[in-house]
């Protein structure tokens, strides 16, 4: 009897051993793309992800959002369960520096319960114009012209309480161009809100102006390019994002599309390991246009920023061609702006990586190819840290603006390190809320632009 349960449960285990192995197999497969077992390795990928997809604080999260549909918008907190913003003002203005400069302050109010642009003097701190557009309007005109039902859920999803203004870009005409979130519309509405038009494309992250008034963005590929198609497994092929460099007219329609696949392909620098079995491999984040030629960019060329990779890569349109490739000790990093002539700033989120508990503002000089840091003593003692998002811009004084978008605080600092100003986004409830991506504008004749239309407001 003895030796029988022993042989029964020998049996037992060898079965479970092989059985590990082969679900193993064929999860792994899945995971790679490949089309053997298409059937099995499907089933075991949709088996392995149950614990992940239904897990207890999934469903806890799920029954919250229901219940509190501006959950996701709250800022992240502490150790202690706090926001960083609780018990701050809100405006917070410890010293003031004549200057003409514009704050374009994008961010979700809690006690609006919805996303709001403010253009705010970075003379006194005064909010000067605010931007409320008509977020349903406008989600049920972009339903009117969605052809292929991509965003069949958008009053679901980014109803008005839900809703966020990625990035914010301004024209000479006051007219605001932004996203809804990643993979969304681009939309265009005039100085008091009003919409002009709606691109219907799959948008994401960062709007930038070039010299011309033509917009960089990042926008997914759909369809899928040739060569993508050809690589992913029927099981990808549902949402795997594939990121394209896209320029756009003053009017915000499309220009010029190039899927960041093949510019890596063209230019003999895609491996397999960067991008399988991810489905959001690079994560572009940023498209930086280059305004003026220097010995080591010209006018036309855009910096690209991919989180996933930690890597910038400046890239050359008209020559389809990556110039330089920078990679570092930064980790997850947004927002590229050309600091001078030979140099490059950006904002280092440091996920993972190499100081962590803080944020850091890097600067790339190509005459040492040597990385340096901005006041580190400053975002350490501050605690500047966001573990997504995040920007970092220059005044035209040589200030920066930081802006910690997870945790809903935007910072001036002088270039000695010294806060001058911090923006705390708490509500009256004191809590907090996340920002949406902000930007400072000191183009003289923009200024102008503005500052005229905002005395004539007739909205």
């Known amino acids: 009897m003895k030796k029988k349960f022993l042989s029964v449960s020998f049996l037992f285990i060898l079965f479970i051993l092989f059985y590990s192995i082969i679900f193993g197999m064929l999860v792994k497969l899945s995971m790679y793309g490949s089309d053997k077992f298409y059937k099995l390795s499907s089933l075991a990928s949709n088996l392995s992800d149950i614990p992940f997809k239904y897990s207890p604080k999934k469903i806890i999260l799920n029954i919250k959002r229901y219940r509190n549909p501006e959950i996701d918008l709250e800022a992240l907190k502490t150790g202690f369960n706090k926001y960083k913003t609780s018990g701050k003002k809100k405006f917070n203005i410890i010293k003031k520096k004549e200057r003409d400069d514009l704050l374009i302050l994008s961010s979700y109010d809690g006690d609006l319960k919805r996303s709001i642009v403010q253009i705010i003097s970075l003379n006194d701190y005064s909010v000067i114009h605010k931007y409320k557009p008509d977020i349903t309007h406008i989600n049920n005109e972009i339903i009117k012209k969605d052809?292929?039902?991509?965003?069949?859920?958008?009053?679901?999803?980014?109803?008005?309480?839900?809703?966020?203004?990625?990035?914010?870009?301004?024209?000479?005409?006051?007219?605001?161009?932004f996203s809804e979130g990643v993979g969304s519309s681009l939309i265009r509405v005039d100085f008091c809100g009003n919409l002009k038009s709606i691109n219907v494309d799959r948008f994401h992250h960062s709007l930038n102006f070039d010299t011309e008034g033509n917009l960089w963005t990042v926008a997914h590929m759909?369809?899928?390019?040739?060569?993508?198609?050809?690589?992913?497994?029927?099981?990808?092929?549902?949402?795997?994002?594939?990121?394209?460099?896209?320029?756009?007219?003053?009017?915000?329609?499309?220009?010029?599309?190039?899927?960041?696949?093949?510019?890596?392909?063209?230019?003999?620098?895609?491996?397999?390991?960067?991008?399988?079995?991810?489905?959001?491999?690079?994560?572009?984040?940023?498209?930086?246009p280059v305004s003026e030629d220097t010995i080591y960019w010209k006018k036309g060329d855009v910096f690209i920023s991919a989180a996933h990779l930690s890597t910038i890569y400046l890239y050359r349109p008209s020559e389809d061609r990556i110039i330089k490739t920078i990679r570092g000790h930064f980790d997850a990093q947004h927002d590229v702006e050309v600091y001078n002539e030979t140099s490059i700033i950006f904002y280092n989120n440091n996920r993972s990586g190499y100081k962590s508990g803080y944020g850091q503002i890097?600067?790339?000089?190509?005459?040492?190819?040597?990385?340096?840091?901005?006041?580190?003593?400053?975002?350490?003692?501050?605690?500047?840290?966001?573990?997504?998002?995040?920007?970092?811009?220059?005044?035209?004084?040589?200030?920066?603006?930081?802006?910690?978008?997870?945790?809903?605080?935007?910072?001036?600092?002088?270039?000695?390190g010294n806060i001058e100003f911090e923006f705390n986004n708490v509500s009256s409830e004191n809590k907090g809320y996340i920002l949406n991506w902000s930007r400072v504008i000191k183009d003289k004749k923009k200024i102008k632009n503005l500052r005229k239309k905002i005395e004539n407001n007739q909205c």
């Open 147 to 177: 052809k292929n039902k991509i965003f069949k859920n958008i009053l679901r999803d980014s109803k008005i309480s839900r809703n966020r203004i990625y990035h914010p870009a301004i024209n000479n005409d006051g007219d605001l161009f």
């Open 362 to 416: 890097l600067k790339y000089d190509f005459s040492t190819e040597k990385i340096s840091t901005f006041f580190d003593d400053t975002m350490k003692e501050n605690n500047i840290f966001t573990p997504k998002e995040g920007l970092v811009d220059v005044l035209s004084d040589g200030s920066f603006m930081v802006e910690e978008s997870n945790h809903g605080r935007l910072f001036i600092i002088d270039k000695n």
């Open 222 to 288: 759909v369809p899928y390019s040739e060569f993508v198609q050809k690589a992913l497994s029927r099981d990808t092929k549902d949402f795997f994002m594939e990121d394209s460099i896209t320029k756009l007219d003053k009017n915000g329609n499309i220009l010029w599309k190039r899927s960041f696949f093949e510019i890596l392909m063209k230019n003999n620098l895609l491996v397999n390991n960067d991008w399988m079995p991810n489905i959001d491999p690079f994560h572009i984040n940023d498209v930086q």
